[in-house]
Each structure stands twice: as structure tokens, then as C-alpha cells.
């Protein structure tokens, strides 16, 4: 069995975490396909096989790998949904970051997550992706988004106004700094934080959220999936920014945007002990307010 491991950094309170996890690797005949970038960094701080295979971009996975572990928080998973791509490889998230709502397998579980890669004790979950298509190249061969895609102005401009159509008809005009289009998984991140609902990750939707509207009346709201949303802007600045989970490029104004659903899925792996409901409420923290 192969797994190919993806992470950016390492810090030196991750080393023994790091060590524990790829001699578990090798107690449990995984052979570990490393990112060339991050092999670079631990392979003089850390035992590996002699052999050690590594991996610069996701053509160089096959389908001899099954497994792709992010070591890292949900930032660093995002990123491995950029190499996995449509691939039938599934995605173990170990949580090395602070909040790990996709990266949700913690450090103490290591040895656990490697053995269920053999035994399969694990579960998969499928989630959605939005899928970008623009006017202008933006994003190159990734133009999908596990999160969320958003349009912002650029950096202190004045607010944009962006026309909103769902399937071409018109739904509205958003007077603010900007607005998300969020997917189930994304609708636990910057949407929430832009006072978005939770969407639990199998209902098929996506939520409109504005980011500091000019009318208080303005409110999010969930459409299904099946929609196709598509955005025309003004803005006083040439320039808007348009971010794909975290990547981000600087677009014309002018630029036309429509949002769909991808057609493929990526898997997430989770230990049969974790659920959606469980992850609210530890990350959360509901439940541990002792007045009530």
C-alpha cells in the first residue's frame, strides 16, 4: 500500500509527532510518498526509509496511491484538494493546525489513523466542490473550491456593487466589501464568520453570503446546488480580488463569473468515532456553557 503525505512546514514541537507517524507508516507496510517541498524540510530531522519515494505536483500521484494525508490544519487540507483533483484518492486530515474542522483526526490519534488505513476502519465521506467559470483565465487547471469562492474589493477601495442571477434570473445587487458563495463544507468557515448559517455537508446547497453589507436588511441564503450563480461587478478600483478557498488573484472588473457544482466529489477520511454533530460541538464548544 502507498499514501502520499502533504504538509508545508515543520515546527520543532511537531518532531516526535512526525516520527511516531511514519514509523507507524512502516510498522504497517505503508510506503509513504512524500511532497518533494516538505521532504526537503524533515529528511535530515527525521528517520525515513532509504527509499523514500517523493511527489512534486498531482500528476506525479497514480493510482498505486490510495491515501493522501495532510498533516497540517484545515488550510494545509485545502491545499491537498488542489493535488488530488478528480483522482480516486482519499484524504486523511491530521490535525497539526488550531481549529481542524476538516482536518479532524487529532495528533493523539495517529497510530489509530494509520491502522485503519490497513484495516479499514475508517469511514468516508464525499463532499462537494464549486466549480469557477470566468471570462477571463483565472486559476489555471484548478478552478474548483472545497470551501467557498468569494469576490472582494481590492485591499481600501470603496465597496462594490456585484448583480447576483440565479440560473440567469436576477436575485440581487450586493452594495459591500463582497461576497461568498460557500459549499456545505465551506459553510462552517469565512461564510460563519460573515454570520452564515451551518449547513450540514450532505445537503446539496450552497450559501450566499455578503461580507459587510451597505443594507442591514440584506441577509445569507441557501440555494440548491443545482444552481448555476452568476456575478457582474462595479467597483470604483479597476481591480477585484476573487479567492478560491486560499488562493487568490487579482481579476478586472469587468470580468464575468458564474459559480456551479463540480462534477466530481473529493473523500474525506474520518475515524468511525468522529461525526459532523461531534465536530460542532468541540470546536465549537456548545454545551460547556455552565449558566444554562
Known amino acids: 500500500m502507498k499514501a502520499a503525505v502533504y504538509s508545508r512546514i515543520m515546527v ?10 511514519f514509523d507507524e507508516l512502516g ?5 509513504p510518498v512524500i511532497f518533494k517541498d516538505f521532504f526537503e524540510v524533515i529528511k535530515h530531522v527525521i528517520h ?4 523514500t519515494a517523493t511527489f512534486a505536483s498531482a500528476e506525479d500521484l497514480n493510482e498505486e496511491v490510495e491515501f493522501i494525508v495532510s498533516l497540517g490544519g484545515d488550510g494545509t487540507l485545502l491545499d491537498t484538494t488542489t ?3 478528480n483522482k480516486d484518492i482519499a484524504i486523511m486530515g491530521i490535525n497539526f493546525g488550531r481549529m481542524g474542522f476538516l482536518a479532524s483526526i487529532g495528533r493523539d490519534e495517529l497510530r489509530v489513523a494509520v491502522k485503519a ?12 466542490l464549486l466549480h469557477l ?3 477571463l483565465p483565472t486559476f489555471g487547471h484548478i478552478p474548483y473550491a472545497l470551501n467557498d ?8 477601495a470603496s465597496m462594490i456593487k456585484i448583480h447576483t442571477y440565479l440560473n440567469g434570473e436576477f436575485l440581487n445587487t450586493y452594495w459591500a466589501d463582497g461576497l461568498i458563495v460557500a459549499t456545505p463544507t465551506g459553510s462552517t468557515g469565512y461564510s ?4 452564515g448559517p451551518i449547513v450540514f455537508p450532505d445537503s446539496s446547497s450552497f450559501i450566499i453570503t455578503p461580507v459587510a453589507p451597505h443594507n442591514l436588511n440584506v441577509r445569507p441564503i441557501v440555494v440548491p446546488d443545482s444552481t448555476i450563480i452568476s456575478f457582474e461587478i462595479e467597483s470604483r478600483a479597476d481591480q477585484i480580488i476573487c479567492a478560491l478557498d486560499s488562493r487568490r488573484q487579482l481579476v478586472s472588473k469587468d470580468v464575468q463569473l458564474a459559480v456551479r457544482r463540480e462534477e466530481f466529489d473529493v473523500q474525506l477520511v474520518r475515524l468511525s468515532e468522529n461525526n459532523f454533530l461531534q465536530t460542532l460541538r468541540n470546536k465549537l464548544t456548545w454545551g460547556l456553557d455552565k449558566r444554562n
Open 117 to 128: 488505513m490497513v484495516q479499514r476502519t475508517y469511514i468516508v465521506d464525499k463532499r462537494s
Open 149 to 156: 469562492f468569494c469576490i472582494h474589493k481590492r485591499d481600501v
Open 48 to 51: 525515513l526509509p532509504a527509499d
Open 133 to 135: 467559470d470566468s471570462s
Open 83 to 85: 493535488l488530488v483533483r
Open 192 to 195: 460563519l464568520s460573515c454570520n
Open 27 to 31: 510498522h504497517q507496510k505503508i510506503a
Open 12 to 21: 520543532e514541537e511537531q518532531r516526535e509527532d512526525l516520527q511516531t507517524f
